[in-house]
T-cell receptor
Framework: GENVEQHPSTLSVQEGDSAVIKCTYS??????FPWYKQELGKGPQLIID?????GEKKDQRIAVTLNKTAKHFSLHITETQPEDSAVYFC?????????????FGKGTHLIIQP | DAGVIQSPRHEVTEMGQEVTLRCKPI?????LFWYRQTMMRGLELLIY????????DSGMPEDRFSAKMPNASFSTLKIQPSEPRDSAVYFC???????????FGPGTRLTVL
């Protein structure tokens, strides 16, 4: 089955600086890579996703890159703000292949220092 | 619009008791997922349904766990008998036809004493 590794487990950055979280996956059949943000006491919420036929995607301050050959993908947050503090999860799945369930990384606790 | 609804939000029970967690997916969504979240193991997929049919239950930990989806608007996850190691937050998520984004509910925090 799929295995997703995520690093770092904790990341502390100064407000206004950039944050980068990295993930690797094992199953070359995975074709969908979402990123979720989870705030305390709430369920995960999708912030951005990327499909395997795209190398990069950007949405305002958030961007995701995918390297299929190396089987790794990264989340980039620029101009970080206090409300970016949360736990971020990467995930992988095979959408449409009978394996639509997400395999999650262990999460990164992002702390934005004022 | 209402999101995914889960009940109860908190459940405290004693070892050996039966526990039933409930989920109402977003109206019109046809795929439903159950996940479990613990500090040690993170977020794990337990089972998912497509059009009320279980597709992949390989994540269900043991025979003590069972899940049903009798209709498009309701699913249950049952643990019988419950054990302290089942203590976790259980999330339900749903997706629309042809969609990829999974919309998560607020979760049920289960504590088994």
């Amino acid at each position: 089955g799929e295995n997703v590794e995520q690093h770092p487990s904790t990341l502390s950055v100064q407000e206004g600086d950039s944050a980068v979280i990295k993930c690797t996956y094992s199953d070359s059949a995975s074709n969908y890579f979402p990123w979720y943000k989870q705030e305390l006491g709430k369920g995960p919420q999708l912030i951005i996703d990327i499909r395997s036929n795209v190398g990069e995607k950007k949405d305002q301050r958030i961007a995701v890159t995918l390297n299929k050959t190396a089987k790794h993908f990264s989340l980039h947050i620029t101009e970080t703000q206090p409300e970016d503090s949360a736990v971020y999860f990467c995930a992988a799945s095979q959408v449409g292949g009978g394996a639509d369930g997400l395999t999650f990384g262990k999460g990164t606790h992002l702390i934005i220092q004022p | 619009d209402a999101g995914v609804i889960q009940s109860p939000r908190h459940e405290v029970t004693e070892m050996g008791q039966e526990v039933t967690l409930r989920c109402k997916p977003i109206s019109g969504h046809n795929s439903l997922f159950w996940y479990r979240q613990t500090m040690m193991r993170g977020l794990e997929l337990l089972i998912y349904f497509n059009n009320n049919v279980p597709i992949d239950d390989s994540g269900m930990p043991e025979d003590r766990f069972s899940a049903k989806m009798p209709n498009a608007s309701f699913s249950t996850l049952k643990i019988q008998p419950s054990e302290p190691r089942d203590s976790a937050v259980y999330f339900c998520a749903s997706t629309p036809p042809g969609g990829r984004e999974q919309f998560f509910g607020p979760g049920t925090r289960l504590t088994v004493l």
